[in-house]
């Protein structure tokens, strides 16, 4: 199979793993918030948001170094899965115990249990690094949707029983434990693996060449990407962080849902043109071109259908968090652009610029967060301190990427992207007149900014011959 059809091809499945979802992971989301109070929401994201750094040395880029060596045998898996487990039950334990301090420092005891609890993601997500890896390494991206799907109903479920129930914080804890352990169980049987005592060390030495400067580059993203909410939970309150996290979330669903859709693929069919960089930029321009054009739209119609969306999902009592999701949802283009750049990066085998490109992006974003809460102290103020560093990181970033990665043309990566602009402006535009239209259903309005969008988008699409629906789907159909 072509590079080209290989592309389409798991493109298409990972876009049936993300939309089939979609639907189930909206809804679920929807029954929680009317069930489950703000500050609930809010205590939980703190122990997400730490899980994820306790997560992020359980990988420390293994899973990314397994899909590049082409070289490793069943032996050497074996090896790094031994390892895996050690590093596991040590991380596992560790959060176990830290729910102590952590509860002290956000002065909330209920941190204590739920911390303990999903001190069992930590240890599962150790675990699945190296059969997730060769999961993807093979490319069964068709395994992976149907796996996600099933997972998502059987777990959202479950927790809608136990919100119904009176769990109250403790229902949002379902998902990610069922989860967790049954796509370990899972993975398990597709790929065997054995647990040996004693570890040779020197396979696990040899990725860490390449895994090195990708686990700093995720420390340093880590707090890039999180620093906002441990600073409300500390500083604001928990009631102010479910309303941010949960406007953050729903913002985020288009970037989960579009651009994850596609960087899945990219690095594990993209590693194939790590000896040709001309080729990889051409590539990744059509990739940023495709993006860009379903993105910039996009962000317009959430920034106008803000109101309708927070309140016919969330219910009326999370008004509060309407503002914040006006201005989270500008920075949408960007972060669905950026989020792409990581699979180049590993594709070219520079980690090493990766991490340069995302401390310094730290150390400006964490810079942003820190003038906001001195300075202002809201919500608000942090959401647009998120903005307008991400806006700053954004260039520097590609700058980075095309002038010394792949040692191509940076402009012109940013003037493909002027077209999109342009019919984002005319959404804007009519959906600001909309706006000021008396419209009494909340629905109905929603249903009217929608089509408007996308009449606008299919004809723009058409005139500029930007959306070529139909023969995409049948390369798809050609690749499968």
């Known amino acids: 199979m072509s590079l080209r059809r290989e592309m389409i091809t798991g493109v298409f499945w990972s876009t049936v793993q993300k939309y089939s979802g979609l639907v189930v992971q909206l809804v679920i989301s929807a029954v929680l918030a009317r069930l489950i109070a703000p500050e609930d929401f809010g205590v939980v994201a703190v122990a997400t948001v730490l899980i994820i750094f306790f997560g992020m040395f359980a990988d420390m880029g293994m899973g990314a170094a397994i899909i590049q060596r082409q070289d490793f045998t069943q032996k050497d898996w074996n090896a790094i899965y031994s390892f895996t487990v050690y590093v596991g039950i040590v991380l596992a334990m560790s959060f176990f115990f830290a729910s102590y301090p952590i509860a002290g420092f956000y002065d909330n005891k209920t941190l204590i249990p739920i911390c303990q609890l999903l001190s069992i993601n930590v240890l599962c997500s150790s675990l699945n690094i190296v059969p997730n890896a060769l999961i993807n390494k093979n490319k069964r991206f068709k395994f992976i949707a149907l796996r996600t799907f099933i997972f998502q109903i059987v777990s959202g479920v479950a927790a809608v029983i136990a919100a119904l129930r009176g769990a109250g914080p403790y229902a949002l804890l379902v998902a990610p434990i069922f989860t967790s352990v049954g796509v370990f169980i899972v993975n398990l049987r ?40 441990l600073i409300i939970g500390r500083y604001f309150s928990t009631k102010e962080l479910g309303y941010y996290d949960m406007s953050y979330r729903l913002m985020m669903l288009p970037l989960q849902n579009v651009t994850h859709v596609i960087t899945p693929v990219m690095h594990p069919i993209l590693t194939s043109l790590q000896a040709n960089l001309d080729e990889l930029s051409k590539k990744y ?196």
């Open 190 to 229: 597709q790929y065997p693996l054995r647990f040996t005592p004693r570890i040779e060390t020197a396979p696990v030495k040899s990725i860490f060449s390449y895994s090195g400067f990708l686990l700093l580059f995720n420390v340093f993203n880590y707090f890039s990407r999180n620093l906002d909410k």
């Open 285 to 480: 321009n059509r990739i940023v071109g495709l993006i860009a054009n379903l993105s910039f739209p996009l962000t317009a119609f959430l920034y106008f259908a803000a109101d309708n969306l927070i309140h016919l999902v969330y219910g009326d009592r999370w008004n509060e968090a309407v503002p914040v999701f006006e201005i989270l949802s500008l920075s949408l283009p960007l972060q669905m652009i950026l989020a792409s750049i990581g699979a180049i990066y590993l594709a070219a085998g520079r980690t090493d610029w990766m991490f340069y490109s995302g401390m310094c992006n730290t150390i400006l974003t964490i810079s942003g967060f820190v003038v906001a809460t001195v300075g202002f102290h809201t919500i608000d103020a942090m959401a647009w301190a998120w903005n307008i560093t991400l806006t700053i990181n954004f260039f520097t970033s590609y700058w980075v990427l095309y002038t010394i990665v792949l040692k191509s043309s940076f402009r012109r990566m940013i003037t493909q992207n002027l077209n999109p602009l342009i019919v984002t402006g005319i959404i804007a535009v009519a959906l600001f007149f909309i706006g000021r239209l008396s419209i009494d259903s909340r629905v109905l309005s929603l249903c009217v900014q929608f089509i408007v969008s996308a009449v606008i988008v299919t004809v723009w699409g058409k005139a500029t011959g930007r959306y070529d629906v139909i023969g995409v789907l049948k390369q798809i159909k050609a690749g499968m």
